[in-house]
């Protein structure tokens, strides 16, 4: 709009440099400042639509008067039939109306009252009834054009945003649906022979083995009954519980197997967790979990911070650790499938929580995860 209003500034300049002036009691530069108003007000179209298409049809009905009543006061001599200059630079208001108050009573008023200021129906041309025509019903079929491409488009990308939403949608049921019919089937008889071979075995380090493998499988059917909750694949009635339900994720026992490692954890927890739901719970337990391994391949030497904090609301996991003071193993660094931090904030996402994690200006990692207690 700015290089719009400038090239009509231009031309009137110019054209007042080279002669073209009003000889009437106003002076000789009315005309070029009637023009210089009008149409510097376009830049504030945006704004102001109507006043500025107020404005225009003011100007030109004052200068197509004076024409009539007062030659040569606001119109140079000689005059320019329909005055194309005023009646060109009305075309983006026109846009801009139609544009953006297509449905507005005043924007249909405006453009016939222009339309008829640029025609001049009492005395009609070749000249000025097309050009008339073409600047002000142009821009208004112009703008109502792209207008409607645009709602087409954002129509179209709302629906294939929707579809594959959907898509997503049937493809977690899905993968629920197995889970819920085939894997937790499968774990369920490995908790049940476990057990089995824990009552009937006579060696006690086959004992010890067998309650470790029921043990862990319970916690598996835990887990996979809650992600298949949030995944939205239950089925009708519930899956018959395998031994008592698995204990709770300690975070205490996470530091504990890393410092035991070799890596300096230092964990701090804030607030009372006896209101949070497992599935968050865990959920944390694993924020922690993937962030340690990282620090494992990636920040050998470096030490880690864990601070979890659980409020009424929501519950707030930061991991940051420092840069690594050892080298790196790449068998070890490499030995991943690049996917964790992926795969850990889809888990979160479900749960209506956000995850955040980057490198920080030292050279160390952070990882914070915010996890509603009641999921969104």
């Not at 009552?199 to 493998?213: F, L, N, Y």
């Not at 018959?240 to 504990?256: K, Q």
């Not at 964990?267 to 006896?274: C, T």
């Not at 920040?299 to 609301?313: I, K, L, S």
Request: charged share 20%; net charge neutral.
């Amino acid at each position: 709009m700015v290089a719009f209003v400038g090239f009509f500034v231009v031309v009137d300049v110019l054209g007042y440099v080279l002669g073209s002036r009003t000889t009437g009691a106003w002076g000789p530069a009315a005309g070029l400042v009637v023009r210089l108003v009008l149409h510097c007000s376009l830049l504030l179209v945006g704004r102001f639509p109507f006043a500025v298409a107020g404005v225009m049809a003011a100007g030109t009905a004052a200068v197509q008067l004076s024409q009539l009543v007062a030659p040569g006061l606001l119109v140079p001599a000689p005059a320019l039939t329909g005055d194309p200059m005023i009646i060109g630079t009305s075309a983006a208001a026109v846009y801009t109306l139609w544009a953006r108050f297509p449905r507005r009573r005043a924007t249909w008023v405006l453009t016939a009252l222009l339309a008829l200021l640029a025609t001049r129906p009492w005395q009609p041309t070749w000249e000025t009834v097309p050009l008339g025509l073409l600047t002000t019903f142009g821009p208004a079929l112009l703008a109502r054009y792209f207008t409607a491409r645009a709602e087409l488009l954002a129509n179209l990308r709302e629906r294939a945003e929707r579809a594959e939403e959907e898509g997503r949608a049937q493809e977690r049921a899905r993968l629920a649906a197995e889970m819920h019919d085939v894997v937790t089937h499968r774990v369920s008889l490995m908790v049940l022979q476990a057990g089995a071979l824990e009552v009937t075995a006579t060696d006690p380090a086959t004992r010890t083995a067998a309650a470790a493998i029921r043990e862990a499988g319970r916690q598996a059917l835990d887990e996979l009954r809650e992600i298949v909750g949030v995944f939205g694949g239950q089925r009708e009635g519930a899956s018959p519980a395998v031994g008592p339900a698995a204990p709770a994720a300690d975070l205490a026992e996470l530091v504990e197997a890393s410092v035991a490692a070799g890596v300096p954890v230092r964990l701090h927890r804030s607030g009372d967790d006896a209101h949070v739901p497992v599935s968050v719970a865990r959920t944390a337990h694993r924020v922690v979990q993937e962030a340690l391994t990282n620090v494992h391949k990636h920040a050998p030497g470096g030490e880690v911070c864990v601070d979890v904090r659980y409020t009424q609301d929501v519950v707030t996991v930061l991991v940051e650790n420092s840069p690594p003071t050892a080298p790196v193993d790449p068998a070890l660094a490499a030995s991943g499938s690049g996917r964790g931090l992926h795969g850990l904030r889809e888990r979160v996402e479900l749960l209506g929580g956000r995850l955040q994690a980057g490198p920080r200006s030292d050279g160390g990692f952070r990882v914070q995860a915010r996890l509603p207690v009641v999921p969104a």
